[in-house]
């Protein structure tokens, strides 16, 4: 897996800074100059940085402008911090309307790597909604669209690779958050090799590492991993208890980091989406993709140690 830091310029840094609201200081801003961790789309070579954001439940509001000036510094930290990959879905209630909204006021919409998804359904159908998330998004095209929670094994991506080429989305791929869709997910990628496969993964449901993610290794795919907390029960545990002594040999400072880390320390892992509603937050899951990774051994001290919890 080729990987790389991406720096940020101090000029860029000082730019997205005054971008934001006047009486906040981003997190991001500090530390983005260091460098943020990437790793290659297998696909094309293009590096992507290694945390993103997800944006189910905390996105998915309306009528609230402290809401709306608060997930604004969360996207303004996101890039300021060296971040691009901003992950959405029409079934996200309003996520994709206030996303399409939160980019322009925030001014980054061509800094992100904008990824979204689409249901199985006839042709028709499926166009009908990428059409409408394009609108909520106030876009022409994406950076990836994904087949989301996909059942048939046999499920055919021709839909999605004519919109690629096209030009309504650079790359394609397909989504899932269920055990239950997994050996259909696995057969696909083998057979259909989009360009990514975004999958559930945390210490708390480490499932899809047994088979689905390899599979998609092997196909060449980049791995996108959603709920990278385990819809908040890895927080449930951890909470209130010390990081082990030895998390700083490995850069953690936070049992978010912990978490992170520990899915970047599979190499097939191209990039993390921990949904988030707080800039201090954001940076502190970009912090993630700083520093010293652990290795296999390291990883399964972590999970050990997670489990004794």
């Known amino acids: 897996m080729t990987q790389d830091f991406i720096p ?5 840094a000082l730019t997205l800074a005054a971008s934001a609201a006047s009486s906040l200081a981003l997190p991001g801003a500090g530390f983005a100059q260091a460098g943020l961790l990437a790793r290659k789309i297998p696909s094309t070579g293009e590096m992507l940085p290694c945390v993103g954001i997800g944006t189910a439940i905390i996105f998915d509001f309306e009528n609230d402008q402290a809401k709306f000036n608060e997930r604004a510094d969360v996207l303004k930290t996101l890039v300021a911090g060296g971040g691009r990959l901003v992950d959405t879905a029409p079934s ?5 309307a206030r996303l399409g909204e939160l980019f322009d006021a925030a001014q980054v919409r061509d800094k992100i790597f904008l990824a979204t998804k689409v249901r199985v359904a006839d042709r028709e159908a499926t166009t009908s909604e990428m059409k409408g998330s394009f609108a909520r998004l106030k876009t022409q095209s994406v ?5 989301h929670n996909p059942r048939d094994p046999n499920q055919d991506l021709a839909l999605l690779r004519d919109w690629k080429q096209q030009g309504l989305s650079k790359y394609f791929g397909v989504s899932s958050s269920f ?5 259909a997910v696995e057969a696909i990628v083998k057979k259909q090799k989009p360009d990514f496969l975004q999958i559930d993964f945390s210490m708390v449901d480490r499932n899809s590492e047994e088979r689905v993610i390899p599979a998609a290794a092997d196909a ?3 791995i996108l991993t959603n709920l990278p907390f385990g819809r908040g029960r890895f927080f449930q545990k951890a909470a209130g208890k010390p ?3 030895y998390a700083k040999e490995i850069d953690v400072t936070s049992w978010a980091q912990f978490a992170l880390k520990w899915l970047l320390g599979n190499p097939a892992i191209t990039a993390v989406i921990p949904g988030t509603d707080k800039p201090q937050y954001m940076t502190d899951n970009l912090k993630a993709a ?3 990774l652990p290795d296999q051994a390291m990883r399964k001290r972590m999970v050990d140690t997670f489990e004794a919890l």
């Open 8 to 12: 940020l310029t101090r000029r860029a």
């Open 179 to 183: 055990d239950r869709d997994y050996d």
């Open 243 to 245: 990081l082990p002594d």
């Open 290 to 292: 700083m520093g010293r």
């Open 92 to 96: 996200y209630g309003m996520a994709e």
């Open 220 to 222: 060449g795919c980049a």
């Open 143 to 147: 950076s990836l669209m994904q087949l």
